[in-house]
């Protein structure tokens, strides 16, 4: 063999090496963060991106908080993925004011950073929000429920996330905007009290303090015959409250999220109608996005809706609904 021929074999397999080494560092690296890593909402979330990254040929890097609120360990996560190389963090944020300034720090390095399913606060400390419409949400379970009471005088107990949290307060008060009470826009985070409700507990989601705060609103206020609840385990302790008091068939109860576990509670009676969201939806979506920054440097920008769709086990004359066999093709979690 010739130098010469040696030396342009050994030219053609360095050549090889570099391009290979180019298109692994052109591979879009895409940041998940949760707010925990076992709630089946964000397992369908983590399901979602993963399979959109599998397809565009992204990698992905996931991470959560410890527990609901741990803004400490979502700002270290972050952190740990943009030194790996993440040019796009899609991110649920625990705490939506604290973890702004992280925020900012990593979009200032050029970072996209997306808020999934809760939006920042201010809503603009992200380039963009993929999420539910939680505001129509609200309207479509509130419409909902005043057609289910037959023209009943509303007695009514709402269980609530905690106070000041974007997504509580565009439930709650899209509920009651849709029932046609007096209520806060979209905008405003403060949680409207209309005469009709008689009562509000913080419940933070938890079966377990929903149940808890069924209970007070029953001892304060027997004749409640209507509850609103922020989500599927916390209707789930209303029912539980409700049944131990002799009364759940006189109390119509209303939800949001549309995981398996509440689907089927609709399907048995336990909740009247629950409003559906998609996480795998938002992941996807998100990764997309993230893949197109890394193609042609444009950022997504501005609120998407990822879709809501109301699930009720008998249908009201005047809502648009959906069946539970439609809720149940359609959820995530444990069926």
Not at 19 to 29: I, K, L, M, S
Not at 42 to 48: A, D, L, N, Q, W
Request: overall charge positive.
């Amino acid at each position: 063999m010739s130098f010469h021929t040696t030396t342009i074999r050994l030219s053609l397999i360095a050549a090889s090496v570099a391009a290979a080494g180019f298109a692994h560092a052109a591979e879009p690296v895409i940041g998940l963060i949760t707010k925990t890593e076992t709630n089946p909402f964000f397992v369908k979330m983590k399901e979602g991106a993963e399979a959109e990254a599998k397809k565009l040929g992204a990698k992905l890097l996931s991470g959560a908080g410890k527990s609901d609120g741990d803004n400490a360990g979502q700002v270290t996560a972050m952190e740990n993925m943009i030194a790996a190389g993440a040019k796009t963090i899609l991110i649920t944020p625990s705490d939506s004011k604290a973890i702004v300034p992280a925020i900012k720090k990593a979009r200032a390095q050029g970072v996209m950073v997306i808020a999934l399913d809760s939006p920042t606060d201010p809503q603009d400390g992200t380039d963009a929000l993929f999420a539910t419409n939680n505001y129509k949400a609200g309207e479509l379970i509130g419409a909902y429920a005043k057609a289910a009471l037959g023209g009943k005088k509303p007695v009514i107990a709402t269980l609530d996330l905690f106070p000041g949290h974007p997504v509580g307060a565009q439930r709650h008060n899209g509920f009651l905007k849709g029932f046609g009470l007096s209520s806060f826009d979209a905008k405003n985070n403060e949680l409207a009290k209309p005469a009709e409700v008689v009562c509000m507990s913080d419940s933070y989601g938890d079966r377990a303090k929903g149940q808890t705060g069924m209970e007070n609103c029953l001892q304060k206020n027997p004749t409640i015959n209507l509850v609103y609840t922020i989500n599927e385990p916390a209707a789930a302790g209303a029912y539980n409250a409700l049944k131990a008091a002799g009364k759940e068939k006189d109390v119509v109860i209303v939800s949001v999220d549309g995981g398996c576990a509440g689907i089927a509670d609709v399907g048995k009676g336990v909740i009247a109608a629950t409003s559906q969201q998609y996480p795998l939806r938002m992941a996807a979506m998100g990764v997309a996005a993230g893949v197109e920054y890394a193609k042609s440097g444009k950022k997504a920008s501005g609120y998407i809706d990822t879709g809501v769709t109301l699930i009720a086990a008998k249908a009201v004359a005047g809502v648009d609904s959906k069946d539970v066999k439609v809720g149940t093709d359609l959820c995530w979690g444990n069926k």
